[in-house]
């Protein structure tokens, strides 16, 4: 069963920094696009930051300089480091991934999945 796993939410305090790290897994042939969602109370889901298989990475403004996205594609994983954070960036974040898997004959098929969410709670 493909599936992303997230790891690394937590409570942080103003200026702090937090690791969040998302692994695919399952029968996989490749994964194109990874990216961070966040998604605030009562706000809709924003796109924080995205990366290409190639490493070409996009930043939301609100987050540039501050966030950094990378991935390692042995691992089938993705990362984002998160400093000087603000009371603002709390929110459930989401990973997000393109993922090239096996048909019922084993040919290739492009879907997009979404991890289970883990809550980022920044306090003033």
């Known amino acids: 069963q493909v599936q992303l796993v997230e790891s690394g939410g937590g409570l942080v305090q103003a200026g702090g920094s937090l690791r969040l790290s998302c692994a695919a897994s399952g029968n996989i042939f490749s994964i194109n696009a990874m990216g961070w969602y966040r998604q605030a109370p009562g706000k809709q889901r924003e796109l924080v930051a995205s990366?290409?298989?190639?490493?070409?990475?996009n930043y939301a403004d609100s987050v540039k300089g501050r966030f950094t996205i990378s991935r390692d594609n042995a691992k089938n994983t993705v990362y984002l480091q998160m400093n000087s954070l603000k009371p603002e960036d709390t929110a459930v974040y989401y990973c997000?991934?393109?993922?090239?898997?096996?048909?019922?004959?084993?040919?290739?098929?492009?879907?997009?999945?979404w991890g289970q969410g883990t809550q980022v709670t920044v306090s003033s």
């Open positions: 997000n991934a393109d993922l090239v898997i096996p048909g019922y004959y084993n040919d290739p098929h492009d879907y997009v999945y």
């Open positions: 990366i290409t298989s190639g490493g070409t990475t």
